[in-house]
């Protein structure tokens, strides 16, 4: 049972976000929705709070990383700002918590082929997992 982990965890990694931006603008990045974004990402905020309150109850010790967000639509180029929203959200409610700590993802598939990294438009395939633990590994000193 997930919850019985969390309550024995040392280290948890949360990496949500992204499918959050796509549903505020209906699955579909043009034209941009921004007001049903900037409403979503009231939400985000709120939901992303009760999730951690969550890993809290059950576990006041783990060390959570947040993991930011990345546009996955870069050749697009109006997605950035929302991502960027998105990410001082992650960081403003990592900083309500002790024991957390931020990991930029932003960066991360700048300057790479998307197709070596996706399994589709949006997920990332077996080469960008390994690229994103890597990050993870990295800034947390694992």
Do not use: C
């Not at 990383?65 to 950035?80: K, L, R, T």
């Not at 399994?119 to 990295?138: F, T, W």
Request: charged fraction near 30%; aromatic fraction near 10%; glycine fraction near 4%.
């Amino acid at each position: 049972e997930v919850s019985s982990m969390v309550g024995e965890a040392d280290y948890m990694t949360l990496y949500i976000g992204t499918n959050d931006i796509l549903q505020a603008n209906d699955d579909n990045l043009l034209p941009i929705d921004e007001e049903g974004l900037n409403k979503e990402l009231k939400r985000y905020h709120q939901d992303l709070n009760r999730i951690v309150e969550s890993i809290r109850e059950k576990n006041a010790d783990v060390h959570i990383a947040f993991i930011g967000i990345y546009d996955p639509y870069p050749q697009v180029g109006n997605v950035n700002p929302y991502v960027v929203k998105w990410n001082e959200v992650i960081q403003e409610v990592q900083t309500e918590f002790n024991n957390t700590s931020f990991i930029s993802t932003d960066d991360l598939f700048e300057d790479k082929r998307k197709e070596e990294y996706f399994s589709d438009g949006l997920h990332l395939n077996h080469k960008g997992y390994e690229l994103l633990a890597k990050r993870i590994a990295e800034e947390s000193n694992l």
